[in-house]
């Protein structure tokens, strides 16, 4: 990704971004091996995103607002999403081959027709999910937890018209 980030970069700059690391407390709270890190870390480095000194790493905070505003454009974004999606497919699938616990990979997608009476309790769940999703980053903020920032859950969910969805994929191509 040329000026959004990669997951990998992504998950480097919110674990600095909750404090500055060395490398085995980056490790330690990315889960990232140490080869792959020390290939990331220099990228991130050169772009001026994060800083090195004395053996931590820190967000570089005199043009995070610049490269914020970067990585945030709603195309650097839509890629991220992109990504997110397509390893979130991968590894639900993969998951077939290699027996893992339950609490891996969740995939479902459910093509239903609905009436507006049920689209409205949809909606509502929908909201609701969201609502439960803010006070729980609300409460972190106020009562923070010691968890690692790998160990995130990332939930999906969306809502579509069956025909907006099969009319994107054609302006796709």
């Known amino acids: 990704?040329?000026?959004?980030?990669?997951i990998i970069e992504r998950i480097i700059i919110e674990s600095l971004s909750k404090k500055e690391r060395n490398l085995q407390e980056l490790i330690f709270d990315t889960n990232l091996d140490h080869s792959l890190l020390l290939?990331?870390?220099?990228?991130l480095l050169m772009r001026n995103m994060i800083r090195y000194t004395r053996g931590t790493?820190?967000?570089?905070?005199?043009?995070?607002?610049?490269w914020l505003a970067e990585i945030n454009k709603s195309d650097n974004v839509k890629e991220e999403a992109k990504e997110l999606f397509i390893s979130l497919v991968n590894q639900y699938f993969k998951k077939d081959l290699i027996k893992k616990p339950a609490m891996d990979a969740q995939l479902k997608i459910q093509k239903v027709w609905l009436?507006?009476?049920?689209?409205?309790?949809?909606?509502?769940?929908?909201?609701?999910?969201?609502?439960?999703?803010?006070?729980?980053?609300?409460?972190?903020r106020v009562k923070p937890e010691k968890e690692k920032t790998y160990e995130q859950r990332v939930v999906i969910w969306g809502l579509s018209q069956?025909?907006?969805?099969?009319?994107?994929v054609l302006a796709a191509v």
């Not at 069956?162 to 994107?168: C, E, M, N």
């Open 1 to 6: 990704m040329k000026d959004g980030l990669l």
């Open 39 to 43: 290939n990331i870390l220099p990228n």
């Open 57 to 66: 790493y820190s967000i570089e905070k005199e043009n995070c607002l610049v």
């Open 115 to 140: 009436t507006r009476e049920e689209e409205l309790v949809l909606r509502s769940h929908m909201l609701t999910l969201d609502g439960f999703f803010t006070g729980v980053k609300a409460s972190r």
């Open 162 to 168: 069956y025909s907006d969805l099969v009319d994107g």
